[in-house]
């Protein structure tokens, strides 16, 4: 790992994972949302989509951590 300009490689670990984080919670908002949107326009009142959207979130957040490492 390089360090960065005032010489810490604790601070480029430290942001490397913060980042990682970030992405996760992103991917599975916005799998969960577009769940809900589909919940929403579909005829039936269901919330299959919304779990659905919230399992995929989840498993292709953990695909792409694991993936990185």
């Known amino acids: 790992m390089k360090p960065l300009q005032n010489g810490t490689q604790e601070s480029a670990g430290f ?5 990682m984080a970030f992405q996760m919670i992103l991917i599975i908002v916005v799998c969960t949302f577009l769940g809900f949107y589909v919940d929403k326009n579909l005829p039936w009142k269901t919330s299959f989509a919304t779990i659905f ?14 993936k990185k490492i």
């Open 15 to 19: 942001l490397k994972y913060t980042g």
């Open 53 to 66: 959207g919230m399992l995929l979130g989840v498993a292709s957040s953990l695909y792409v951590i694991l």
